[in-house]
């Protein structure tokens, strides 16, 4: 890359010699008329183009390229004026600085990013990647993926340039949080830890395969822009942003001479002469601004010229030297502004000659001695070197036969003449000798301007020396102060000083920025001898003054009485003297060397070789057409258009680099803004309205712009136009005010419309914070004056109605998501049900997400949020009602519907019993009621059915017909308790209907269980043959179920239950399932005593004192002498014990409660 400094010469680059062509050709075209450019044109295209049919048409559209061709090349001059000012801004630098504490931009991402970071999170989901994940996690990701990346507003804020990897971060870590909260504790594992550990592997997804090694080692300048820059990033970014080419800037930059910081202090103090002059004859000849008061005026021009006593406070406090401790400089007044530099005294501080102090550096270096003969080869020789005045070096030692060092010695002087003294030696060997013996001595009398490359110098040798020829050769350097301008010998004659016309060693010395001073130097003085404070001279070329001997290039330095004539040795010396002297003056006039019109050939010849660098620039920048830039006096350009039209290029250039950046400039760029309008005089509301102007225009076209930034411009123009000076500036002009409420007007409309399109403006909650400043930059735009706050009311009546349009907007995009309308409209009943399901699904997520995102910045007004809630519903309700309407008559298929919403509605405090929730709660409270009673004749019947078909075989805990019935009454319960109605009188309501209902069933079921066992007792007989059946148990278990179901499905939750009629009623579906049990019980047992009955009459045919048991005796005692008998009666005692055991063991296996069988065989013992 070419030395911003290098000159036309040392580039051989060939196309920027093409464009070098191209500049002279259109430089040449400039200067023809515009007719004869016509005529140019027709000749040479004369014989190429036909005739056209339509001549008129042809002109007109010639007419309008020229208009276009003309139009690019204004606004190409344009630029180049700007770029102009601007690389004066950057080269000298006094008012501004580039700000350290700006927050860091992270970069954008584009469509493509975006694209490649959805395929990598679907090849996660897909397990397509290396990544462990538990379910958790993936469900997280999932979530992400579907609702964030797919989003169709994340797309938008991609495509507007407002979105950042942090920004898809931050959502995703905002969204786990809530997640990893609700997780159960693990022993041994915290939840940050889970939170770190999602964070990494999310990381890990996002970046994918990417190798971050391949990163180029060369960061763009895109890339580095939110970084401090040096000079030279600075000159190349406002030459992309102005659209300079890269040779123009070099002949601007050789032009103006940037890397010579005395010329562009010099063109500053030029400025701010300029600008005072300016003022002075604005007032003169009162050609004021419009301001909003007549007594402005006179305050205009007082707020110009104490901006000018800024500027060059700033301009005087700047160092002059590097270190510049050694003293303090003096702060003088310039002649033609101590009426407004409030620096010293009233009256002119004179210069005195302690004030002027000055510090050289030198280094010596010795490097070798020839011609050394008078000392044997071993003898030890060494040198030493001195500033009169100052301490003595050494060099090493070494033998004669070879005198060689390379020691560099560094001093250090206030003498402008030094006198340098090198001496060589040799060790004495003699055993009285006190001093080493000199072999020679060489004086030198360096100065600044001196060669700097080793040299030659014949010594001075003792007398009688054998070394005639003995010389050294050595370096002097010798570096001039930062404050020491130029420094050689001159002749010089003046009235008041160096009254003789002789040769004199001067120095221009710069005391401070507003001070310098032509000084006279003696050899080995500190103090000059004579000195002339430069303020007021003139300095400019001269012919020889007759009489005056001595000296061949003359100039003069001119002031009112008094007039100093110089004279140089040669032209060049001259040249350079009289531009040092030109910058140290301030003088707007520019001198023109007498002798430059014979010396350079403008048809073609060459330059002088005597030519100064700086004027051969100017002749280049002359024939490439840039002259007039740089000779443009920049207090009589328009500087407010100027200024617009920089920071609008500016601006451009910040929203297309690879930042998301928001509106906001960066380090640089704020730098070189904020020193153009100090510098240049742009008032500080004219750069915020223009400012306030291109970020409004931006985000209207749908760009993301920071609130907070807008907020600050509006803040200062506010307060500007309502007088509160937050820039010192009182005076407002017609136009700022204008202009300002223009801005204010627009700015308001385009609030509101951000506010009704919140959702899609600040998609979950991104930027963050914006919707939140927003709000607050709304507050301000609605404020009458800035004392005045906004009234309550007045804000809340703004943000109800957006408010009322985002529902609106919001419930429109919606449904054109959801693609229902024309399901709606054709669609069969189920599937208009599924859709107004699925609709209302996306209806919760919406309200979910403005709760999750955007209810901290709508904090204040919790009312508004769900007045645009229950607009929003109210939208939903009409679709809602029109998929209802359609649905058949008993029809259930409505009541997930129900559910859905209500749960979501009675979880809100401020949706429940709403509008909207008392609408769903009207319509769906006949649905229920229906419901319930279609359920309870349906159970009904179901009993009366299934007990006439009931076979008593045991199902669970008790029959079909019981198991049926207890499950529907359940189920019919747990319905009604999902439903969870939001309304207390009406849910206690159906809770004590179904508690009635339940009761009357169980009656119902356990008086027809009682019937069927009186039959079934009936049918049994009496014999010890009698075994109790399964269908006897299962009544058993009938009733006992009953009798558990009862205290679930027949009792209210603790604490409804009340009045001694509910009280009463319980009692009695209780009472009657114990009566049932005690007849149940006590007919079995009655069957129990009938078998025993039986038995008992067998037996008592073998009483002792009857017939029938002597007839049994004799028979039993016959047979007994022959067989074993048992005794009479004792094979009936044991049938019948067979017979209740048996029937215990059944009703033990059978009967599944085990209280209701040792209560059974307590009643049988």
Not at 137 to 160: G, T
Not at 208 to 223: S, V, Y
Not at 754 to 780: D, M, N, W
Not at 897 to 905: A, D, E, I, S, T
Request: charged share 25%.
């Amino acid at each position: 890359m070419l030395d911003p400094s290098s000159s036309e010469e040392e580039s051989g680059d060939e196309v920027l010699e093409q464009e070098r062509r191209d500049v002279l050709l259109a430089g040449s075209q400039r200067s023809l008329p515009a007719q004869g450019r016509d005529s140019r044109n027709e000749r040479r295209s004369g014989t190429a183009r036909p005739a056209s049919p339509s001549p008129a048409v042809i002109s007109e559209k010639e007419k309008e390229d020229q208009d276009r061709l003309q139009r690019e090349e204004d606004e190409r001059r344009t630029r180049l004026q700007i770029y102009v000012f601007v690389l004066r801004c950057i080269a000298y630098p006094f008012n501004a600085k580039q700000p350290t504490d700006m927050s860091r931009r992270q970069q954008k991402l584009n469509r493509q990013q975006l694209l490649t970071i959805k395929e990598r999170f679907q090849a996660f989901l897909s397990g397509e990647t290396q990544i462990v994940a538990d379910e958790a996690f993936c469900n997280a990701i999932r979530s992400y993926f579907e609702v964030f990346l797919k989003s169709d507003r994340v797309a938008r804020l991609v495509q507007s340039g407002g979105c950042s990897a942090n920004d898809f971060r931050e959502v995703f870590k905002k969204n786990i949080e809530k997640r990893v909260r609700s997780l159960p504790e693990i022993d041994g594992l915290s939840k940050e830890t889970v939170l770190s550990s999602w964070i990494a592997k999310f990381d890990a997804i996002y970046r994918g395969e990417e190798d971050l090694r391949k990163q180029l080692p060369r960061m763009h300048l895109n890339a580095v822009s939110e970084l401090i820059l040096s000079k030279e990033q600075l000159y190349e970014m406002f030459q992309h942003i102005l659209g300079v080419k890269k040779f123009e800037h070099q002949l601007l930059y050789n032009a103006c001479q940037l890397d010579n910081a005395d010329e562009q202090a010099a063109q500053i103090r030029r400025e701010l002469d300029g600008r005072l002059q300016l003022a002075d004859q604005m007032a003169k000849e009162r050609k004021y601004p419009k301001f909003v008061a007549k007594e402005m005026e006179i305050l205009y021009i007082e707020e110009l010229k104490s901006s000018v006593n800024l500027l060059m406070a700033n301009l005087e406090s700047l160092p002059v030297s590097k270190g510049g401790s050694e003293f303090k400089l003096q702060k003088l007044k310039r002649s033609q502004n101590s009426s407004f530099l409030d620096i010293g005294d009233e009256n002119d501080t004179q210069l005195s000659k302690s004030d002027v102090v000055l510090s050289f550096t030198l280094e010596i270096v010795i490097i070798e001695v020839q011609g050394l003969r008078s000392v044997a080869p071993n003898r030890i020789v060494y040198c030493t070197m001195e500033v009169e005045g100052g301490e003595k070096l050494q060099t090493d030692q070494a033998e004669a036969s070879r005198p060689q060092w390379g020691t560099q010695g560094d001093f250090t002087t206030t003498h402008p003449l030094p006198v340098v003294k090198v001496k060589l030696f040799t060790e004495s060997t003699g055993v009285l000798a006190l001093e080493d013996k000199e072999l020679g001595k060489v004086v030198l009398y360096p100065t600044p301007n001196s060669p700097k490359s080793p040299e030659l110098h014949k010594m001075i040798v003792p007398k009688n020396s054998q070394d005639s020829e003995l010389r050294i050769k050595l370096a002097v350097r010798m570096d001039k102060p930062p404050n020491t301008k130029h420094c050689g010998y001159l002749y010089a004659l003046g009235q008041k000083v160096w009254k003789r016309w002789k040769r004199r060693y001067f120095v221009l010395v710069q005391v401070s920025q507003y001070t310098f001073a032509m000084c006279s130097y003696r050899e080995k003085k500190s103090e000059p001898q004579e000195l002339m404070q430069l303020e007021g001279y003139t300095v400019d070329y001269t012919d020889p003054q007759p009489g005056l001997t001595g000296g061949r290039a003359f100039f003069n330095a001119v002031k009112e009485g008094d007039t100093v004539v110089f004279a140089s040795d040669d032209d060049q010396d001259r040249n350079i003297w009289v531009q040092a002297m030109c910058r140290a003056t301030g003088q707007s006039y520019k001198p023109v060397a007498p002798t430059l019109a014979q010396k350079h050939n403008f048809k073609g010849g060459n330059l002088h070789t005597d030519m100064p660098m700086s004027q051969l620039n100017s002749e280049r920048t002359q024939k490439l057409g840039m002259d007039e830039f740089i000779a443009a006096d920049p207090c009589k350009c328009m500087h407010t258009a100027l200024f617009q039209v920089l920071q609008k290029q500016t601006l451009q250039h910040r929203m297309n680099d690879s930042f998301s950046c928001l509106g906001w400039f960066s380090p640089g760029q704020v730098f070189v803004l904020d020193e153009y309008c100090a510098r240049y005089g742009v008032r500080g509301c004219h750069r915020h309205l223009c400012y306030l102007k291109e970020l409004t225009e931006y985000a209207e076209n749908s760009a993301v712009i920071d609130p907070t930034l807008l907020h600050y411009s509006f803040a200062f123009c506010a307060s500007h136009v309502h007088g509160n000076r937050p820039d010192g500036i009182g005076t407002v002009t017609t136009e700022e005010k204008e202009q300002f409420e223009d801005i204010k007007s627009r700015l308001l409309s385009l609030l509101e419309n951000q506010i009704v399109h919140f959702r899609y403006c600040f998609p979950f909650g991104r930027p963050e914070g914006a919707l939140k400043a927003t709000l607050s930059l709304l507050e301000r735009v609605l404020m009458k004056d800035i004392s005045t706050p906004v009234l309550p009311d007045d804000m809340k009546k703004v943000i109800r109605k957006c408010l009322e349009k985002a529902a609106l907007i919001n419930y429109s995009r919606l449904t054109e998501y959801a693609k229902i309308e024309d399901t709606m409209n054709q669609a069969a009943p189920a599937k208009k049900l599924e859709d107004v399901m699925r609709l209302g699904e996306l209806c919760i997520e919406v309200l979910q997400q403005n709760e999750e995102h955007h209810s901290e910045a709508f904090a204040w007004w919790p009312e508004i949020m769900a007045e645009h809630a229950e607009i929003f519903w109210s939208l939903y309700a009409v679709d809602m009602d029109a998929s209802l309407e359609a649905q058949p008559q008993d029809s259930w298929d409505s009541f997930p519907l129900f559910q859905l919403l209500n749960n979501y509605l009675r979880n809100d405090t401020l949706l429940c019993n709403g509008k909207f929730h008392k609408h769903l709660q009207d319509y769906f409270i006949p649905l229920v009621i229906r419901y319930i009673d279609l359920m309870e004749s349906s159970i009904a019947q179901s009993i009366h059915r299934g007990f006439e078909q009931e076979t008593w075989q045991p199902v669970n805990n008790g029959s079909t017909t019981s198991e049926d019935l207890f499950w529907k009454l359940d189920a019919l319960q747990m319905f009604v308790c999902d439903l969870h109605w939001p309304e207390p009188e009406f849910a206690q309501h159906l809770e004590q209907r179904l508690k009635l209902m339940a009761s009357d069933m169980v009656e119902a079921s356990v008086k027809r269980t009682r019937i069927a066992f009186d039959a079934k007792m009936q049918k049994a007989n009496k014999s010890t043959d009698y075994r109790i059946s399964p269908s006897v148990c299962t009544m058993f278990n009938v009733l006992m179920d009953a009798k558990k179901q009862c205290t679930k499905l027949c009792v209210l939750d603790a604490g409804q239950e009340f009045g001694k009629q509910w009280q009463q009623y319980h009692s009695k579906t209780d009472d009657l399932i114990e009566e049932a049990f005690k007849e149940m019980i006590s007919l079995l047992v009655s069957k129990f005593v009938a078998v025993l009955e039986g038995v008992l009459a067998k037996l008592s045919r073998y009483d002792e004192g009857t017939l029938f048991s002597s007839i049994l005796s004799f028979t039993v005692k016959a047979a007994a002498k022959y067989v074993d008998v048992p005794n009479p009666g004792m094979d009936l005692a044991d049938t019948y014990i067979t017979f209740v055991r048996q029937n215990q063991d059944i009703l033990r296996d059978k009967v599944i409660e085990d209280m209701y069988i040792e209560k059974l065989f307590d009643v049988s013992d």
